[in-house]
């Protein structure tokens, strides 16, 4: 070589070019569909905690007073407050817990327990095939009980052990303090469906 020549310089092939380019622009499409995918986990998980705490509260049964209906561990779904009617299962607020109970009546009508704990609202015995086992429970209120405006009788299914609206303690449930309506079963799986 002379003094005065220049360097070989390597200059890639238009295949390589075009490879090359085809890889930019790959890796830049893939950063951007990560990201895409990210943002929209990241909002639909926030939706479904938005929804799961206002409209469909999703609650796990702690207790044991709402036997044989539902039992410790059963995971539920409650449709948020709607106007609660006799035998809806509801869960409600109650001393920085949520309780889950059947509304046996609402606001002006009479309660009535016997001995034996059969259940009579406004002089007419319920039907209650929900209830195992009949029990006067906790009850320290003066019967007949007159359930107060705004406000529901609530019972538990298993009535020898409930503590509910017919304890002082407990009382009638204000509305404002209703979550929803226990509709649905989720768990476990082999019970999955409509909570009546």
């Not at 469909?56 to 948020?80: C, E």
């Not at 003066?142 to 503590?163: C, E, K, N, W």
């Amino acid at each position: 070589m002379s003094k005065g020549s220049s360097k070989n310089v390597y200059m890639p092939s238009v295949e390589e070019m075009e490879m090359e380019l085809r890889s930019y622009n790959y890796q830049k499409s893939f950063g951007r569909v990560l990201r895409n995918v990210i943002v929209t986990i990241i909002v639909v998980a926030a939706l479904a905690v938005i929804i799961a705490m206002t409209l469909l509260p999703v609650l796990q049964v702690d207790g044991m007073s709402m036997s044989n209906t539902l039992m410790r561990d059963d995971i539920v779904i409650a449709i948020s407050h709607t106007d609660c009617k006799t035998n809806d299962v509801v869960a409600f607020y109650y001393d920085n817990n949520i309780l889950i109970k059947r509304v046996i009546a609402t606001s002006g009508q009479w309660v009535d327990i016997d001995a034996d704990g059969r259940v009579y609202v406004d002089g007419n015995k319920l039907e209650e095939p929900y209830v195992a086992e009949y029990a006067f429970g906790d009850c320290d209120i003066a019967l007949p009980y007159q359930v107060p405006d705004g406000r529901y009788f609530v019972m538990g299914d298993h009535r020898a052990t409930s503590i509910d609206s017919r304890n002082t303690a407990v009382g009638c449930v204000a509305d404002e303090m209703i979550i929803g309506r226990v509709a649905l079963r989720l768990w476990p799986f082999e019970s999955l469906g409509q909570v009546k």
